[in-house]
């Protein structure tokens, strides 16, 4: 992911902003060599007109390129509320999609999956704010595969209060899926490197 210019994880952790690519690799090892669907919402907007942009020295695209290094045979889609960064290159494709509006992330999936293949990794990483979290995943749950996993990235610390209650009423909503907050330790960024991790059971 450093390589490539995303901020998940890089070589050196003391130096990252997030440190969830040794997490990512206990989840997903085991998936490495196999045919998967991924998708991340957030593709890293380097214009800073955007809210959660990556600031003008952003690479759009970074994640994405690091799941295609890591998945080799893995479909790898994203999506991004700035039209101006979507692109398309080999075994990657990228859409539009606002995650605050219900029918936009309806009409994304009806773009990328019509079939409704689902995927197996969902990785959430757009606007970062509790309510966005919490309008996508309600309009993307049925996308996951059975035991796929569905990851809300850089979450708070300071809402980890609003995400506990949310957690506790989706296991009610949704009894088949598995819901566990992941506070990781950073001595750089105590403010957002936690996790909400999803995996959906049956």
Not at 1 to 9: L, P
Not at 144 to 151: P, T
């Amino acid at each position: 992911m450093g390589r490539h210019g995303s901020d998940k994880g890089q070589v050196d952790l003391t130096t990252s902003w997030h440190t969830y690519t040794p997490y990512y690799h206990t989840l997903f090892e085991r998936l490495r060599d196999r045919p998967i669907r991924v998708f991340e919402l957030g593709l890293g907007t380097n214009y800073t007109d955007v809210p959660s942009n990556m600031g003008p020295n952003g690479k759009p695209g970074a994640s994405l390129y690091g799941w295609r290094e890591y998945f080799p045979l893995a479909t790898i889609h994203g999506a991004d509320i700035d039209r101006r960064i979507l692109f398309e290159a080999d075994r990657i494709r990228t859409v539009y999609c606002d995650q605050t509006n219900p029918a936009a992330i309806q009409e994304m999936w009806a773009t990328l999956d019509p079939a409704l293949q689902g995927y197996d990794i969902i990785i959430e990483d757009g606007l970062h704010t509790f309510e966005a979290n919490v309008c996508f995943f309600e309009n993307s749950a049925s996308r996951l595969r059975v035991g796929g996993y569905y990851v809300i990235e850089d979450a708070y610390g300071k809402a980890a209060g609003q995400y506990l209650e949310k957690i506790a009423a989706w296991r009610s909503v949704y009894p088949n899926y598995q819901f566990e907050w992941v506070p990781l330790l950073s001595a750089r960024n105590p403010h957002d490197n936690n996790l909400v991790v999803i995996r959906r059971m049956a």
